[in-house]
T-cell receptor, first 113, second 113 residues
């Protein structure tokens, strides 16, 4: 199946620092989504991106849909302890009626107060 | 805000037994999905369902799996004869239209003994 390469796998940062993570693929995606997952819960949507080059913010979070449509990044500014969790990128491949999501392996974020 | 709800939160079953996982999608949504996440791994697509039929399925979704929308609110995943490797978190998701972001439930943890 299609692979999304997400990096880094994990990161430890000080509270207040900015964070950046990204996903790349050898395939073109129509849609890029970023989700956060807390332990024992389902993925929660953070940001959805629909067009190449699109830059979207949600509070302290900013994500971009790469121009090539093969990559996306997520930035978190001024991190706080509740940002701890696993962040997943997910993409929808082009194709009529194809809406399944392909997920990256996740970036585990730890914030040191 | 409307939510996808899943029951039970944890299901323990003997290998070889049948198990049914239940989901109540968001009420005006028309597209329904099942995903699974083996412990510590990424979320993987299983199946999508629209207009009372399967629209896509992955290679994981073999003959042991089936889905059903038995009434206007529930969406179920049945595993006919469970195997040890079926142990995972199973997530249900739904959307109003196929190309909209998928909203996930909190999952059912399935443990096969």
């Amino acid at each position: 199946g299609q692979q999304l390469n997400q990096s880094p796998q994990s990161m430890f940062i000080q509270e207040g620092e900015d964070v950046s993570m990204n996903c790349t693929s050898s395939s073109i995606f129509n849609t890029w989504l970023w989700y956060k997952q807390d332990p024992g819960e389902g993925p929660v949507l953070l940001i959805a991106l629909y067009k190449a080059g699109e830059l979207t913010s949600n509070g302290r979070l900013t994500a971009q849909f790469g121009i090539t449509r093969k990559d996306s990044f997520l930035n978190i500014s001024a991190s706080i302890p509740s940002d701890v969790g696993i962040y997943f990128c997910a993409g929808q491949l082009p194709g009529a009626g194809s809406y399944q999501l392909t997920f990256g392996k996740g970036t585990k974020l730890s914030v040191i107060p | 805000e409307p939510e996808v709800t899943q029951t039970p939160s944890h299901q323990v079953t003997q290998m070889g037994q049948e198990v049914i996982l239940r989901c109540v999608p968001i009420s005006n949504h028309l597209y329904f999905y099942w995903y699974r996440q083996i412990l510590g791994q990424k979320v993987e697509f299983l199946v999508s369902f629209y207009n009372n039929e399967i629209s896509e399925k992955s290679e994981i979704f073999d003959d042991q799996f089936s889905v059903e929308r038995p009434d206007g609110s529930n969406f179920t995943l049945k595993i006919r004869s469970t195997k040890l490797e079926d142990s995972a978190m199973y997530f249900c998701a739904s959307t109003k239209r196929g190309n909209q972001p998928q909203h996930f439930g909190d999952g059912t943890r399935l443990s096969i003994l």
